[in-house]
């Protein structure tokens, strides 16, 4: 029962990706980071990740939809800036897990909810809702 959901919606100008929101949520507090709230959009994914080195989430897995084929790209640069111990676990090119470990003790693990829901967030959301979306 120790799981996060977060998520990271994004934008193309000029032909480039880039995040401008991260949505976190523990199953009690909702937290979003914006972009016009920081400098650039590495300090919002920073923040975003520091919320979550907490004492409180350590063990947590953090789910992301599709994070092995699209939120890593985003998230990597951050994480490997916020700490020295992170472990993955690949297969067939995509990340199963991630861990992160933080203040010499504590772990977070990154997850592909893709993984296990192979269907879009829209398709699980009706689906979950009785086809009322």
Same mark, same amino acid.
């Given at each position: 029962?120790?799981? =996060?959901?977060?998520?990271?919606?994004?934008?193309?100008?000029?032909?480039?990706?880039?995040?401008?929101?991260? !949505?976190?949520?523990?199953?009690?507090? *909702?937290? !979003?980071?914006?972009?016009?709230? *920081?400098?650039?959009?590495?300090?919002?994914?920073?923040? !975003? =990740?520091?919320? +979550?080195?907490?004492?409180?989430?350590?063990?947590?897995?953090?789910?992301?939809?599709? *994070?092995?084929? *699209?939120?890593?790209?985003?998230?990597?640069?951050?994480?490997?800036?916020?700490?020295?111990?992170?472990?993955?676990?690949?297969?067939?090119?995509?990340?199963?897990?991630?861990? +992160?470990?933080?203040?010499?003790?504590?772990?977070?693990?990154?997850?592909?909810?893709? +993984?296990?829901?192979? !269907?879009?967030?829209?398709?699980?959301?009706?689906?979950? +809702?009785?086809?009322? =979306?």
């Amino acid at each position: 029962k120790k799981f =996060i959901t977060m998520d990271l919606e994004t934008r193309t100008i000029n032909e480039e990706m880039t995040s401008y929101c991260v !949505s976190i949520y523990d199953g009690q507090n *909702f937290k !979003s980071f914006y972009l016009t709230d *920081f400098e650039n959009e590495k300090d919002m994914l920073r923040e !975003s =990740i520091k919320y +979550l080195m907490k004492r409180k989430y350590d063990n947590y897995k953090v789910y992301l939809h599709n *994070f092995s084929r *699209f939120d890593a790209v985003f998230l990597l640069t951050v994480m490997t800036d916020l700490s020295d111990k992170i472990n993955p676990v690949l297969r067939d090119g995509r990340y199963i897990d991630l861990r +992160l470990e933080f203040a010499e003790k504590y772990t977070l693990y990154f997850r592909d909810s893709l +993984l296990l829901l192979p !269907s879009s967030l829209r398709s699980l959301a009706k689906k979950f +809702l009785g086809g009322k =979306i």
